[in-house]
């Protein structure tokens, strides 16, 4: 999760003049090509033979034209895409500390596990009586899972949190629904709610309803209380929350919505504070997903993919979707089709096939490699983390709802930049040049200005020391006045400052042949 | 615990200068009576060496389609994929790296997007690709909600052409957003269905797979001819990507909206995911498109660069007004699918495409030979659909026993449609060797008999 605020304009930026190479090749940044500009029609890195002579029976529609794709020879796709690699920061390369993101290591032993043939080679309609091991993994995960959730049931297959998030709010609507209470059309949303809720919420009909939050970053019960009503089915709120806090009246919260007739859904984003330490079933929780790529160490990827099985309550469990885990009489099988079976009416399916797979392996591999004890001091160590930084940066800057403790992430708004010509934007753009990954800008929305350090428990002291320093330098610099390191800031990445307003208003969304682009203002 | 940098006089060191006596003091703000006070009951840690044994037994456990002849298709094919795919994307800035949200230090992310939207298009026959999506059905999905808000009517017709598990996911998401659904019966190989009967005043898209579920390829045109006359949109999905390379384009039979699957390009079965979906468009409707987007821009010093883009169509903005809640794509298959294509080139995937038909008609020949047995297709690329004596699940079963995994009975898929229970789905790539072919038709005489 992150949001910018506004698109980057380049009118306050600076140009610098980069020191001049004749191939524009920095050492060991290179400038690379698109695929479009390096790759020949005629060129394939991969060798097939050409089938014998036969009549195709393709009905007459057979393609025509050509398609236009260039190839790469195999030295020349490793050298390009290892390129580019070069020009990305990952966990690998340095701290990473995007606050909701939950940028943790990623154990190479989970990639080894997820691509054992026994996983990776096995189709998702082959017969059940031909993959006993995927299914027992699939239910080793879920017992996992509910283990640690203190719930009742899991519906393993949603590919994403905000698919999650659509699991579970569709489970509430099927109850919902068998109750006969199809009036409940209002879903409660909390101001500082990650986007994903209310879109979520909307895209199957509910309409959306805000909920301030108190002056301290909390929801407070008495404002729930206030936005209850017969109309209402369900609130979703983020513990802990986007602030970074537990919510302190989360059980009289759950009461309240219970006592209205509504339910409970939890985005369940920061539930990497947590593991081991509470569980969202004794809270009054009625569904939450889990991103396995956050609180689970699968990889982020560069954007996906994720995985956001949602664990259910005893009242949402019966409408869990297709497939499902049932263990009976036949032993251990998934159930594929959404017609209802004994006491499990499902709402329909979510996906084609079982799910995320490849990264149900990981996350139980990351699972078993902590354990008990591992997993509640990865939590511990989460919460210490992001608890040091703030300690170590409070006298500089300041924090929307005071100085407390944070859960496992800490929340700076930017008053302290207040008359410097300085945005948050700024800030985070120098901690690149710096050598860093910047935290979450602009979210939460209800802090002005926000910066979202979430450190993970995957930082060494040392690692937290440096960048508990380099905050301090910058913070510093800007109290000196020292406009322009952020103002031209990055400088020393592979790219400057990028006009997102232009890439917005004459959008360019591939490749085609045309004249060369404007070249380097020097 | 060897992901855990911190050591015990650290930790202590840490907590005196936060203030803090003890751990507990830093997660006073979960309620007392709240706070699990020992450990989780579940098993204690492992070494590398432990996760890896329990791992490899379950993984032991399933038969691997390499370890044996290999024909199951239905939405999901086995295609080799170069080593350097996957070297590639574990290289540690694409593995770990985030969404590219700060877009100076993720060009290599970014690129590789501006690649695949770019591929996508051109495979499609469209203006424009999104920089994909969780995969095929969601995408589906997703695109019959595009066609809502474009025409801004609400009902669609499914083509019984689509595969069951795509149907499923439109019905769920069209039933719980409240909008209608006209699914047709399955559209079985062999036999036209009447959709341009079905197409009316009232409908905001037609949802049309080719090739079908069943195998068979339809020609779009006269269906996008229907739907456009009454205003409403022609979505094309195609469950095997491979098939671009030979099949003409949706594009250019007419579609509005072509989604995809793109497992079967540079990534693995995984039983069922991750993959990831395609979903291409015509540019005049890219505002109401779901999903991430990367455009070329410059930056400071007017170096071409990318960046996602058009984000106020998204979640993140727009909030109970965006497009989709969707928030990530499918970013490493997507990097998987843009290496491998780059290595095939346009030359490579017509090359594989031809292989693949070629297989497959060379199996279904084999396969007149088994008595009792017949092809139902007219047209097929590298999947048709068996007419089989008795039950085709039985049959998959008592094949399985016998080391051969031999497709997958429609009656898997199409639980409630006991016509269709002699039905299996046989695929065939060029993973097949002729050896694998010869195994599937002597298994299947010997069963049969």
Redesign the interface.
Known sequence: ????GGPTA?SQ????R?ARTFTANRALQQE?G???EI????????D?????A???????????????????S?PE??R???R??????????GL?P?GS?T?K???R?N?????????????????Q??????L??MEMLSH?LI??TGMNAVALSP?????G??CGM?AI?AALAARGEHERQVVLVPDSA???N????????F??RSVPAGADGMVRADAVKAALDGDVAAIMLTN?NTCG??E?E??AIAEAVHEAGAYFYCDGANFNA?V????PG??GVDAMHINLHKTFST?????????GPVVLSAALAPFA??PYLRRDGWGLRLV????REGDHAP?????????????Y?RA??Y????????????S??A???A??I???LSDLLSQPFGDQ?C?HEVLFDDAWLKGTGLTTLDI??AL?DEGY??MTIY?PLVAHGAMLIEPT?????L?LDLFIATMRDLALAVKAGEKERFL?A?RL????????T???RQ?????KPRAP?????D | MRYLPLTAVERLDMLAKIGAASMDDLFVGIPADKRLPGLMELPAGRGECDVERLLNGLSAQNKAAGDVPFFVGAGAYRHHIPASVDHLIQRSEFLTSYTPYQPEIAQGTLQYLFEFQTQVALLTGMEVANASMYDGSTATGEAVLMAHRLTRRSKSVLSGTLHPHYRAVVETLSHMAGDHVEALAPAIAGRSEDILAAIDADTSCVVVQSPSFYGEIIDLRPIATKAHSVGALLIAVVSEAVSFGLVESPGQLGADIVVAEGQSIGNSLNFGGPYVGLFATRQKFVRQMPGRLCGETVDADGRRGFVLTLSTREQHIRRDKATSNICTNSGLCCLAFTIHMALLGETGLKRLARLNHAHAVRLADMLRDVKGVEVLNHSFFNEFTLRVPGDAATLVEALAQAGVLAGVPVSRLEPECPHLNDLLLVASSEMNSDDDRHRLVAAMKKVLA
Request: a neutral charge.
């Open positions: 999760m992150n949001s910018e380049l930026t600076t140009s610098i980069p690379e698109l695929l479009f790759g020949r029609l005629d060129v394939t890195g991969v097939l033979e050409e089938p014998a036969f009549v195709p029976r393709l009905g007459g529609l057979e393609r025509a034209g050509a398609i236009g794709l260039p190839g790469l195999e796709a490793m390009h895409y290892v580019l690699s070069q020009k990305n920061y990952g966990i690998d390369s990473f995007l993101c940028m290591h990623n154990p032993l990639e080894k596990m997820a691509r054992l043939p026994g996983f990776a080679d096995i189709h998702p309609l082959q017969p009586s031909t993959v006993p091991g995927a027992a993994l996992w283990e640690m590919k994403a949190g905000a698919h998030e659509l569709m609507k990650h986007g994903t209310p879109a979520t919420a909307a895209l199957i009909g309409s959306v802990p806090l537990f302190a989360i059980v947590i081991g330490k509470a569980r004794d809270l990889p982020h990827g560069g954007g996906g993919p994720g995985a979707p297709a594929e089709d959404s017609a709402f329909g399916r979510l996906t084609a096939f079982h799910g995320q797979m490849g990264m392996v139980l591999s699972m078993l490699s902590h354990g008990a004890n591992g997993m509640k001091q990865a511990e160590d919460v210490l983390n608890n040091y703030r300690a170590g403790p859960m985070a753009k690149i990954h910047p979210f428990e995957s930082e060494s002291k690692s031209s990055p990445s592979p790219r400057r400052r990028l006009d997102e232009r890439a917005a959008p360019v969304l591939r490749w682009l404007p070249q380097a203002n």
